[in-house]
């Protein structure tokens, strides 16, 4: 498969503290994307960065990328309990711009 | 307006019927999207259309039939469904290539169950 993993695959934390989770994927890519999804419904695009570039910043969200390693993580600081949700990264390819993997996600707890 | 809409929210079908899936986008894109997702998994990439002509197609079943009537409007036309293909079926759509961003702008889905 082409699409990435993710972990860690659960991960549970309180309010306040940093949350971390990676992503590995396996092609060339021409970005990467990080998604948010709360419950059973739509993805909500959350940050951008290309293959140039290895770190980027928005607001509480830093993500960095490695294409060396194939990898990236997102970072989300002093999380709130309204970040409870599941996180997907996305990788777009070099080869077709439409074309997207979605990685396995992680499934964030944030207790109050 | 920077929102993507999918009718119906809920479908329940039986395997003899047909139904069909309805996602609107009015922010100019060009690149629509239909994801298939099971629960506690990721978006599986269905079909991509790329004005107004479809460019992938992610070995889908022919049992499920893309349409794209024109630049703001994409159909799931269902026929047949088997009961593994209840899931959530989400929608999406992108600026055209050679914009700033690729990001997808996603509808909230189309929960559907076949019975």
């Known amino acids: 498969s082409q699409q990435g993993e993710e972990d860690p695959q659960a991960l549970s934390i309180q309010e306040g503290e940093n949350a971390t989770m990676n992503c590995s994927y396996k092609?060339?890519?021409?970005?990467l994307q990080w998604y948010r999804q709360n419950s059973g419904r739509g993805l909500v695009h959350l940050i951008l960065?290309?293959?140039?570039?290895r770190e980027k910043h928005s607001g509480r969200l830093r993500v960095t990328l490695d294409t060396s390693k194939k990898s990236s993580s997102l970072l989300i600081t002093a999380s709130r309990a309204a970040d409870t949700a599941s996180y997907f990264c996305?990788?777009?390819?070099?080869?077709?711009?439409?074309?997207?993997?979605f990685g396995s996600g992680t499934k964030l707890n944030v207790k109050p | 307006d920077t929102e993507v809409t999918q009718t119906p929210k809920h479908l329940v079908m039986g395997m003899t019927n047909k139904k069909s899936l309805k996602c609107e986008q009015h922010m100019g894109h060009r690149a629509m999207y239909w994801y298939k997702q099971k629960a506690k998994k990721p978006p599986e990439l269905m079909f991509v259309y790329s004005y107004e002509k479809l460019s992938i197609n992610e070995s889908v079943p022919s049992r499920f039939s893309p349409e794209c009537p024109n630049s703001s409007l994409l159909n799931l036309h269902l026929h047949a469904l088997q009961p593994e293909d209840s899931a959530l079926y989400l929608c999406a759509s992108s600026p055209p290539p050679g914009q700033s961003s690729y990001e997808q702008y996603f509808g909230p889905g189309t929960r559907l169950t076949v019975t």
């Open positions: 092609t060339s890519i021409n970005n």
């Open positions: 996305a990788t777009g390819t070099v080869y077709n711009f439409n074309k997207f993997y």
């Open positions: 960065i290309r293959s140039n570039e």
